[in-house]
Every structure is written in structure tokens, then in C-alpha cells.
């Protein structure tokens, strides 16, 4: 059995880290999960793994992207027991994007636009939810991920482009 971490830094503290952290992994976990009994889960599994294996960490600057990849990594190992994983590239990225209205944008609310991020391809929601709702970069994304930048970038315009034509068939365009 794995042994609790009895002393770890300040700024790597257990409680802190949930205080500063649950909320956002929930968000994210969420977005993956698509429903709150399993993003809980996530969570949970993600703060017990940390409480195990957190104090291998030695740079607290580090500890966010360690927190995002693990809830991800488990996510993926969640999924892979219950069905197989399907992974997939995009073949190409597109040349242009679909342009929204003016008058799309005001005309809808925030259960609209998670309604839509809901209906992005699942390989793009987790790169647009860490990029839109986390505030990371390609940088940090690529690192919770376990993909290359260029990949995150690629996702990133796939997933913008699924997601502007979700919002806009919710609206009726």
C-alpha cells in the first residue's frame, strides 16, 4: 500500500490544493464525463492519487498541469475498462471557419454554449475546455494531455469549428 504524504511544502499542501483546484478540475472533469456522478468521481480519484503520490513533486509551480494530466489520465483509464478507446487525428485542418452573426452572439445564454460544448467531438471538448474554462496554454494543455503543441493546435480548430456550428444549429441558423 502506498504511504500518505506526512509533511509536504506549504504551497503543496492537501487542503490548499483543493481549495485552489476542485472547482476547475470539476469543470474539466465534467466536460469529459458529461455527467456529475463521474466528474465527481474523477475528481475524488484525482485528490487520492495526489495524496499518494503528490509529494514526488518538487516544483509547486508544476502542480496544476500534474493535477489537469492525472484527472485525465484516469479519465482515459476509466474509459478504456468500460469500452475501447477510439483514437483518431484529424486528417486536415479547416480552411476556414464558419463565421457567427452578431446577433447569434447575443442571443444566447450559458446553458446554450455548455449544451454545445457537449456536442463537440469528444478528442476536441478537453483541449477547447482547458483552453476557454482552465486559461491554459498550448504549453500546459500539450502537458496535460500527453500531446504534441501542434496536435493541441490542431484540436483546438477542430473543436473551434464543431463548436461555433453546435452554437448555431442550437440557435436555429
Known amino acids: 500500500m502506498t504511504q500518505l504524504i506526512d509533511n509536504p511544502p506549504p504551497e ?4 490548499t490544493l483543493a481549495r485552489e483546484y476542485y472547482q476547475p478540475l470539476y469543470r474539466f472533469a465534467l466536460s469529459l464525463a458529461r455527467n456529475e456522478s463521474d466528474a465527481s468521481d474523477l475528481v475524488q480519484q484525482t485528490f487520492l492519487i495526489w495524496a499518494r503520490k503528490g509529494g514526488s513533486l518538487r516544483e509547486a509551480s508544476k502542480v496544476k498541469s500534474w493535477l489537469f494530466t492525472t484527472l485525465y489520465r484516469e479519465y482515459l483509464r476509466v ?4 469500452a475501447p478507446f477510439v ?6 485542418l479547416e480552411n476556414e471557419l464558419p463565421s457567427v452573426p452578431p446577433e447569434a452572439i447575443t442571443s444566447f445564454d450559458a446553458n446554450q454554449a455548455v449544451d454545445s460544448l457537449q456536442a463537440v467531438d469528444e478528442i476536441y471538448r478537453a483541449p477547447l475546455t482547458l483552453y476557454y474554462l482552465e486559461h491554459m496554454s498550448y504549453k500546459e494543455i500539450a502537458d496535460a494531455l500527453s500531446i504534441p503543441i501542434g496536435t493541441v493546435m490542431s484540436r483546438l480548430s477542430r473543436g473551434k469549428s464543431q463548436l461555433k456550428n453546435a452554437l448555431l444549429s442550437k440557435m436555429g441558423k
Open 79 to 82: 474509459r478504456r475498462r468500460i
Open 12 to 15: 503543496l499542501d492537501f487542503a
Open 87 to 92: 483514437s483518431h487525428e484529424p486528417e486536415t
